[in-house]
């Protein structure tokens, strides 16, 4: 709640508003230890989800899991998002179309940026009305990440929105044994470089207290580096 104060403020006090989607997950089923924190649930990850939207008057977004959480998210959220690693998944990316809402597709640490025009074509197959997709890192031997700014340009060919994912572009995975490590000192760097080469968007975790963030504790910025990261970001978009 925190955060979405704090962005709604930021935002709000640029000369010129810029759009933003507050981000939350209900579950993060995709951790290194089967004891790390995974979320809410459901029910309540939607409860808080929709709160904040109402509060700030803001658009909201999630992750979806499986097909049967498609329809029951599409109700609260404006944008359903999927996980990096279920972005091969017709299943899901078809019933995720279907509800009609925007999708945000991450495309997988493992893929090349072409293959990814399988994943928008399964998307709008569904029925999706407005496809972006997010270039969150690719692997780079193990436990590291790198991002090759050439796939924000390859995306944009078949989607109507590319995202750059600073933070989870900046994971170690795995690193730190039981959980993922990550180098956030970089992240306003990405983000300018991000903005610069002409993105639609920055995805940017954010806590109040970063290292005790209960999930992407390393890679997480505080709420002063948000705040810098984003004006430094909007002055390379009203460049353009």
Not at 73 to 91: G, K, M, N, W
Not at 175 to 183: D, L, Q
Not at 223 to 237: C, E, N, P, Q, Y
């Amino acid at each position: 709640m925190r955060v979405a104060e704090y962005t709604a403020s930021l935002l709000g006090s640029l000369d010129h508003p810029s759009e933003w989607v507050f981000k939350g997950s209900f579950l993060k089923d995709n951790r290194t230890s089967h004891d790390s924190y995974c979320g809410p649930g459901i029910d309540e990850g939607l409860r808080i989800l929709e709160e904040i939207s109402r509060e700030f008057g803001v658009r909201t977004l999630t992750d979806i899991h499986d097909t049967n959480q498609a329809i029951p998210v599409a109700q609260v959220v404006d944008v359903i998002q999927i996980p990096a690693f279920l972005c091969r998944q017709t299943s899901i990316l078809l019933a995720a179309g279907a509800t009609g809402k925007p999708l945000n597709i991450k495309k997988g640490q493992f893929m090349n940026p072409q293959n990814m025009r399988g994943a928008a074509a399964k998307a709008a197959a569904g029925g999706c009305p407005e496809i972006w997709l997010t270039e969150r890192g690719t692997f780079f031997g193990y436990g590291d990440l790198v991002v090759d700014f050439r796939s924000l340009s390859v995306m944009r060919e078949f989607s109507q929105k590319v995202i750059l994912d600073v933070t989870h572009s900046l994971q170690r995975p795995g690193a730190a044994g039981g959980i993922s490590g990550g180098c956030r000192e970089f992240a306003p760097a990405l983000a300018r470089a991000g903005a610069a080469w002409g993105v639609d968007g920055l995805f940017i975790e954010a806590h109040p207290d970063p290292p005790a963030a209960l999930s992407d504790a390393a890679t997480m910025v505080d709420l002063d580096t948000l705040g810098s990261m984003v004006r430094k970001a909007v002055i390379h978009w009203e460049g353009r």
